[in-house]
């Protein structure tokens, strides 16, 4: 089975043609084609290509499956004996991507 290891919103994620995965937001609608340059490993059948930082001409494609929000992550701040708690609340903008091809 063939994998890349990409880079893309500051992470680097393992893909397999086929993966359905979360990224950061990324531009573009539902239909639309994603395209990962920053490759920076490729392998194939025991077959291991490193980049140095990155592999030269190799891509990975995807089609945006759909924008949306990811769970809602709260951090509470308190200070015991003062009186002080403060609750946060954030939710992350996602992209969901399918991996389609992978060319090296």
């Known amino acids: ?31 639309d084609t994603a395209v990962f340059n920053e490759v920076l490993l490729y392998s194939k059948d025991g077959d291991i290509r490193i980049g140095d930082p990155v592999l030269e001409g190799a891509k990975v494609t995807g089609k945006v499956l759909n924008q949306h929000r990811g769970p809602k992550v709260i951090a509470f701040k308190y200070k015991k004996r003062k009186g002080y708690h403060k609750t946060i609340g954030s939710r992350r903008h996602l992209t969901r991507v399918q991996i389609e091809t992978i060319t090296v």
């Open 1 to 31: 089975m063939a994998y890349a290891i990409i880079k893309t919103g500051g992470k680097q994620h393992k893909v397999a043609v086929g993966d359905k995965l979360d990224f950061d937001k990324l531009t573009g609608a539902s239909g």
